[in-house]
C-alpha cells in the first residue's frame, strides 16, 4: 500500500473544494467580486492566467538560500535556470546591468537598499508620507524610521508639486548618505535630473522608488529613471501586471556585494522562488510589443480619468497625472475619504482613502481618494469607459453630499452600471 493511503489519503489528488471548502468559497467569492466591481486601487492590477499558474506550481516546495550557482541547498538546478532567467530579463527590461529578483515586497526591498548604502543612524532624505511617500522611506510608524535619520522634503502648498530647489537645500543642509525619490500618492513624473542634481549637491546616492510607475517605464510611456539613480526599486504587480514581489536594480558593480547580501542574509531568508517564477513570466510578458501598448493605454486613461473628474468639480494633487494614479482632494466637497471609499465600493467601484499634502483629517478619515487605472485597463476598459466611471465617481459623491437617502439611491443605480459597464471584459472564466 502506497504511503499516500497509509498517511493522508488524497494529499497528491484531491483539489482545493475537497480538503477546505472555506478556503475555496472564500476564493470563488472573490472571484464573483473581482468580476462585478470596477477595481481602481492603484496597487493592484490583475495577473495572466501564465502567472497564476506557475505561482501554484511545484516551485513552491523547493527551499534555497543564497544566489543562482552559489545556493546553500542541493537539487538547485532548475530553480537557478529561472532565477537566471528573471534577472537577465529584469536588467533588459530596464536597461541596466544588475538586478536581485527575491524581495518579497517594495517595503523589503526600500529596507535592503538603506541597509546596503547605509549605516544606522546615518541621515537618509526622502518624501513625506503624507505629501506623496511611502511608509519604508522613513514614516513613524514603520521600522525605517528606527534605523535611520530620516528628513522629509514635501510639496508646494500651492500646486502640489515638488519643489525641488527646496530638496537641493534640504541635500546640502544635512548631507543625506541616501536620497530617495518617488512615493505611493504622487502623480507627476519625476525629475530624475534634479534629484541627482540634489544627491550630488548633498554627497548622497540616489534611490529611485518606481513601484507605481514601472510598467510605464517598462512601455516607454515614462521617462527611465536611468541614468540618473544609482539604485531603483520597484514592485512587481501594480503597472507591471505580476505577481506580489519586488526588484532592486542598478549599473554599479560597486553595489553588488552590498545589495546582494543586504536581501540575503540581511533582510530575508529563502526566497519565494514560486513567485520568482512568476516575476520572470511577468517580466517576460512586459517584454513584449504589445506591452508597450498597454503602458500607453495605461497612462492615456489615467488622464482621460483625472480629466473627467476635474471636469465634474473634483480638485486633484498635482493638478493632474504623468502616472496611473491620481490623488483627489475632497475638501471642496465637505466629505472625507473613508465614507467616500465605502460609498464607492457600495456601488461597484473600489479604491482607497489617502491623506492629501498637509491633511489635517483624522488619519481614520482622510481627506482624499486615490485612484489607479492599471487593473481596469488589463481588463480592456478604453477611455470611453474610464469617462463613464469618472462620470459614476462623481454620481456617487454628489449623493453623499445630499444625505443618507440619496446617497442609497445613487449607490443602488450606479451599480446596476457597473454590472452592465463590465460585463463585456470579463477576467478569469
Not at 28 to 36: F, M, Q, S, V
Not at 125 to 139: E, R
Not at 230 to 251: C, E, F, H, Q
Request: charged share 20%.
Amino acid at each position: 500500500m502506497s504511503t499516500d493511503a497509509l498517511l493522508h489519503p488524497g494529499y497528491f489528488s484531491d483539489g482545493l473544494d475537497r480538503i477546505d471548502p472555506l478556503i475555496a468559497d472564500a476564493i470563488a467569492r472573490e472571484k464573483r467580486r473581482t468580476r462585478d466591481v470596477i477595481e481602481l486601487i492603484a496597487s493592484e492590477n490583475i495577473v495572466s492566467r501564465a502567472v497564476l499558474e506557475v505561482q501554484g506550481s511545484v516551485l513552491t516546495n523547493k527551499t534555497v538560500e543564497g544566489l543562482p550557482g552559489k545556493r546553500y541547498h542541493a537539487g538547485a538546478e532548475n530553480v537557478d535556470a529561472v532565477e537566471r532567467a528573471a534577472i537577465e530579463r529584469a536588467c533588459r527590461l530596464f536597461g541596466c546591468s544588475h538586478a536581485n529578483v527575491q524581495p518579497h515586497s517594495g517595503s523589503q526591498a526600500n529596507h535592503a537598499v538603506l541597509h546596503a548604502v547605509a549605516e544606522p543612524g546615518d541621515t537618509v532624505l526622502s518624501m513625506d508620507l503624507n505629501a506623496g511617500g511611502h511608509l519604508s522611506h522613513g514614516a513613524s510608524a514603520n521600522a525605517s524610521s528606527r534605523w535611520f535619520r530620516f528628513v522629509h522634503y514635501g510639496v508646494r502648498a500651492d500646486d502640489g508639486l515638488i519643489d525641488y530647489d527646496a530638496v537641493v537645500d534640504l541635500a546640502r543642509q544635512h548631507r543625506p548618505k541616501l536620497l530617495i525619490a518617488g512615493g505611493s500618492a504622487y502623480p507627476r513624473a519625476l525629475d530624475f535630473a534634479a534629484f541627482r542634481r540634489a544627491a550630488d549637491a548633498g554627497g548622497a546616492r540616489l534611490l529611485v522608488d518606481m513601484a507605481h510607475f514601472a510598467g510605464l517605464v517598462a512601455g516607454g510611456a515614462h521617462p527611465s529613471p536611468f541614468p540618473h539613480a544609482d539604485i531603483v526599486t520597484t514592485t512587481t504587480y501594480k503597472s507591471l501586471r505580476g505577481p506580489r514581489g519586488a526588484l532592486v536594480l542598478w549599473n554599479d558593480p560597486a553595489l553588488r556585494k552590498p545589495i546582494d547580501r543586504a536581501v540575503f542574509p540581511g533582510m530575508q531568508g529563502t526566497p519565494s522562488l514560486h513567485i520568482v517564477a512568476a516575476k520572470a513570466v511577468a517580466l517576460g510578458e512586459a517584454l513584449r510589443p504589445e506591452f508597450r501598448a498597454y503602458a500607453q493605454a495605461v497612462l492615456a486613461n489615467a488622464r482621460a480619468l483625472a480629466a473627467r473628474l476635474q471636469g465634474r468639480g473634483f480638485d486633484l494633487v498635482g493638478g493632474g497625472t504623468d502616472t496611473p494614479l491620481m490623488l483627489v482632494d475632497l475638501r471642496r466637497q465637505g466629505l472625507d475619504g473613508a465614507l467616500s471609499a465605502q460609498s464607492l465600493e457600495r456601488a461597484g467601484i473600489i479604491a482607497n482613502m489617502n491623506p492629501i499634502p498637509s491633511d489635517a483629517a483624522d488619519l481614520q478619515r482622510m481627506s482624499g481618494l486615490r485612484f489607479g487605472v492599471s487593473g481596469a485597463t488589463t481588463r480592456g476598459l478604453g477611455r470611453r469607459e474610464i469617462e463613464a466611471v469618472g462620470d459614476l465617481v462623481a454620481e456617487v459623491l454628489a449623493g453623499l453630499q445630499r444625505g443618507p437617502d440619496a446617497s442609497a439611491a445613487a449607490e443602488e443605480a450606479v451599480r446596476r452600471r457597473v454590472a452592465e459597464l463590465v460585463a463585456p471584459y470579463p477576467t478569469y472564466r
